[in-house]
């Protein structure tokens, strides 16, 4: 993980705020458990997600009076239609959102444990102690292989598999709510607030994620500037 300048103001509020190792060790112990939990969440987050997928499909193919899986059930496929994609994208918003954080509890967390050992931000042995997700994961293991060239070509081809997982969401909002208008007239305001309800959930969802993006893209500028 390349040090940003996020990591050095982070690196700052350490040593001004948690000055004794006893505060240090206190604070990686609470902010290992808010980690688990947020990774917890997150694949929580995820199956209901899946969950969602499956569901709005069955609404559309049957035209049975009950759709019950599991926990889930809706008695009438029309609302479940109405209802899904709402729910799904509040659920992939919640989703980046806690994401997100837990992007900020790494950095936090790296930046302790290298204190804490007195070891490299950036080290082998920071590195195999910090949490990483499956795209860190191949990043870390395939962008640093020798010779360079192999490891740009294992990036550039998993790049568009990241990107893929990462709008698959919005390719499923977009597909529910063409159903949504082919399906329903739009007459009532519940069927247009249920109709544009996912599009804004969307759109906030996707500011975002740019506002993370340009963040990290920022903080890496600043770095090399300095």
Request: overall charge positive.
């Amino acid at each position: 993980m390349e040090k940003t300048r996020k990591d050095i103001i982070i690196s700052g509020l350490i040593d001004n705020e948690l000055e004794s190792t006893d505060n240090q060790e206190k604070y990686l112990a609470l902010l290992t458990s808010r980690i688990d939990e947020n990774r917890k969440t997150m694949r929580r987050y995820g199956s209901l997600m899946i969950l969602m997928v499956f569901s709005f499909y069955l609404a559309l193919i049957t035209k049975i009076s009950e759709i019950s899986l599991g926990l889930f059930k809706l008695e009438d496929n029309s609302i479940a239609i109405l209802l899904l994609p709402s729910i799904f994208s509040f659920l992939y918003y919640r989703y980046i959102a806690v994401w997100d954080e837990l992007v900020d509890q790494k950095h936090i967390y790296s930046n302790i444990t290298s204190k804490l050992f007195n070891i490299e931000f950036d080290s082998l042995l920071n590195d195999r102690i910090r949490f990483h997700s499956l795209i860190e994961s191949i990043i870390s293991h395939h962008l640093n292989e020798k010779p360079k060239v192999l490891g740009v070509i294992i990036y550039l081809l998993w790049l568009p598999i990241a990107y893929g997982i990462i709008m698959s969401p919005f390719i499923f909002i977009i597909y529910s709510i063409i159903n949504i208008y082919r399906k329903f007239q739009m007459n009532t305001l519940l069927e247009w607030l249920l109709f544009l309800t996912p599009i804004v959930i969307s759109f906030f969802t996707i500011v975002l994620l740019i506002k993370r993006r340009n963040s990290d893209i920022n903080k890496r500028k600043s770095v090399t500037n300095d």
